[in-house]
């Protein structure tokens, strides 16, 4: 009876091991990565422009490229991982140096970045809000909003749906 008890725990201690493993901590570096290609974007069935979303500085940047459809509009953008502060920085510039400074973090599936009052994009006294998350199909949906009230109201600026260019 002792044997099979000492070949019983031989089995099944390596069992009772690997259930007791916590699992890999998630990459915070890699939680933007969903943005990552190039894309058509589009609001409705409308392309509005195209995005080149790369990495940079051993994976540790990732490089917005905005080219706008219909008008000559273009800007660019550089987001990072703080793991200081634990948050999401990017910082946007468009070709008229319009800027956008934005600080969040990614929570419940979703990249969510604010901007304080020190940006420069829009009306005075606003604060911007984007939120990237993606969809079951790949895609990634964009929602930019502002807020000219300190987040009681939000106003919609961009609604848009990347879907990986061809």
């Known amino acids: 009876m002792r044997t099979l008890v000492i070949w ?13 493993e916590k699992p890999e901590p998630v990459d915070q570096f890699r939680q933007f990565d969903f943005w990552l290609g190039e894309w058509d974007v589009y609001t409705g069935e409308n392309m509005v422009g195209k995005n080149k979303v790369v990495l940079l500085q051993n994976k540790h ?14 800007g660019t953008s550089y987001s990072f991982y703080n793991p200081k502060t634990k948050k999401w920085h990017q910082v946007w510039v468009d070709r008229n140096g ?6 969040g973090e990614f929570t419940n599936g979703k990249m969510v970045l604010t901007s304080g009052m020190d940006s420069n994009m829009g009306e005075p006294n606003s604060k911007h809000k984007i939120t990237w998350s993606q969809l079951a199909n790949g895609d990634v949906k964009q929602v930019w909003e502002s807020t000219t009230d300190d987040g009681k109201s939000w106003n919609i600026q961009f609604e848009g749906i990347y879907k990986k260019a061809n």
């Open 61 to 74: 940047v990732i490089q917005e490229n905005w080219v706008s459809e219909k008008e000559n509009f273009t």
């Open 8 to 20: 019983l725990a031989v089995i099944c201690m390596p069992c009772i091991c690997i259930a007791q």
């Open 98 to 103: 319009s800027n956008l400074l934005l600080v």
